[in-house]
């Protein structure tokens, strides 16, 4: 079973796209978070949220309880954020992360 | 100075052997928490303490056993060693007297142990 699902898997874009990661839940929330991970693997948090729209740089984060379903999107990409991005429900669900590579 | 610091960052062990894992932190939170990170399958709980004097189970604790010696500080033993405990162990920190509801994680840089 799996109660955080992430789309895509893997992902490569050409620097400057847009990109969009998603993540479908099945469990009661009090809050969604999303984590970068980068290749020397540590984990840092980039958003939590319980409803509407978070927004950090280039970086947006939305979530609609309703639809149980979030995205992170990276407007304007560029190679430095490369990295696995995951989501979580509470601290005890995981998604298993989509892999972002940005090509120059 | 990193604020959840994790000991040792790479361990080579052989199956049987009880090894330990440490985890420190300088951010004075009560919630402490030990993953492990599979490839494919993403974050496990495998244990959580929410003060010194509570210790919870996660999804995936067969195997493994915790101890929380002071606020500061959560261990992860495991009693005897099996090659499928090779993974990538993260410990996490969070406080929501500090970060509200959102209850913020914070990660330190993870241990590597690897079971022959």
Same mark, same amino acid.
């Given at each position: 079973k799996n109660e955080v699902e992430q789309s895509p898997q893997n992902l490569t874009a050409q620097e400057g796209e847009f990109i969009t990661i998603n993540c479908s839940y099945s469990v009661g929330i009090s809050a969604l978070h999303w984590l970068q991970q980068h290749p020397g693997g540590g984990i840092v948090s980039l958003f939590m949220l319980s409803s509407g729209k978070k927004k950090h740089g280039r970086l947006i984060a939305t979530i609609n309880i309703q639809e149980k379903h979030s995205s992170l999107h990276i407007t304007?990409?560029?190679?430095?954020?490369s990295a696995v991005y995951i989501c979580a429900v509470n601290q005890f669900y995981f998604g298993t992360g989509t892999s972002l590579t940005v090509i120059p | 100075d990193a604020d959840v610091t994790q000991t040792p960052r790479n361990r080579i062990t052989k199956t049987g052997k009880r090894i330990m894992l440490e985890c420190s932190q !300088?951010?004075?939170?009560?919630r402490m928490y030990w993953y492990r990170q599979d490839p494919g399958l993403g974050l496990r709980l495998i244990y959580y303490s929410f003060d010194v004097k509570d210790i919870n189970k996660g999804e995936i604790s067969d195997g493994y056993s915790v101890s929380?010696?002071?606020?500061a500080k959560f261990s992860l033993s495991l009693e005897s060693a099996i090659p499928n405990q090779t993974a990538l162990y993260f410990c996490a920190t969070s406080d929501p007297r500090t970060s509200? !509801?959102?209850n913020e994680q914070f990660f330190g840089p993870g241990t590597r142990l690897t079971v022959l």
């Open positions: 304007a990409s560029h190679p430095r954020d | !300088t951010k004075g939170h009560d929380r010696q002071a606020q509200g !509801t959102y």
